[in-house]
T-cell receptor, first 109, second 116 residues
Framework: GIQVEQSPPDLILQEGANSTLRCNFSDSVNNLQWFHQNPWGQLINLFYIPSGTKQNGRLSATTVATERYSLLYISSSQTTDSGVYFCAVYYNQGGKLIFGQGTELSVKP | EAEVAQSPRYKITEKSQAVAFWCDPISGHATLYWYRQILGQGPELLVQFQDESVVDDSQLPKDRFSAERLKGVDSTLKIQPAELGDSAMYLC??????????????FGPGTRLLVL
């Protein structure tokens, strides 16, 4: 089956720093979603991004489907950005989401 | 903004007991998903419904897990009997159409299960 790999697995930042999270996938996918899981476990939609670049405030994402990767940029990080960031891809069969292992981000004040 | 509702939020049970989780998707969403998330890992799909029909339950341990969505709206996931290894977060999600090409899935707050 398809492999979804995220890097780095852990990241510690000082408040105000910028970061880039990466998601690689091993096969062609229909679409891709980025989520933020807060400390209470809620998965929050960040981006639905099959290709190209999208921006939402301090966050932006870029997917290059032909090269099988996606990047999530966080600028001017805040303590509330802490949590786990997941990339999930829609594999070619149906609406099944395959998740990566996540990047755990900790932003220190 | 419409949200996916789940209950209970937390459940502690003893092994061999039965447990049930409930999910109410966003109104009008045809597709409902149950995921299991083990600590430190990403969620994994257990079962997917399109309206009241199961379209994917390949990863559901059918000897102890069952899921239903009788009227194509809310859904119940049951475990009987619970085992220690079932301790996890159980997440419900919904999407408008369940399109083959994929569409945004919206997740509920989850039910955190601890089996003692």
């Amino acid at each position: 089956g398809i492999q979804v790999e995220q890097s780095p697995p852990d990241l510690i930042l000082q408040e105000g720093a910028n970061s880039t999270l990466r998601c690689n996938f091993s096969d062609s996918v229909n679409n891709l979603q980025w989520f933020h899981q807060n400390p209470w476990g809620q998965l929050i939609n960040l981006f639905y991004i099959p290709s190209g670049t999208k921006q939402n405030g301090r966050l932006s994402a870029t997917t290059v489907a032909t090269e099988r990767y996606s990047l999530l940029y966080i600028s001017s990080s805040q303590t509330t950005d802490s949590g786990v960031y997941f990339c999930a891809v829609y594999y070619n069969q149906g609406g099944k989401l395959i998740f990566g292992q996540g990047t755990e981000l900790s932003v220190k004040p | 903004e419409a949200e996916v509702a789940q209950s209970p939020r937390y459940k502690i049970t003893e092994k061999s007991q039965a447990v049930a989780f409930w999910c109410d998707p966003i109104s009008g969403h045809a597709t409902l998903y149950w995921y299991r998330q083990i600590l430190g890992q990403g969620p994994e799909l257990l079962v997917q419904f399109q309206d009241e029909s199961v379209v994917d339950d390949s990863q559901l341990p059918k000897d102890r897990f069952s899921a239903e969505r009788l009227k194509g709206v809310d859904s119940t996931l049951k475990i009987q009997p619970a085992e220690l290894g079932d301790s996890a977060m159980y997440l419900c999600a919904s999407s408008p159409l369940g399109l083959q090409g994929g569409e945004t899935q919206y997740f509920g707050p989850g039910t955190r299960l601890l089996v003692l």
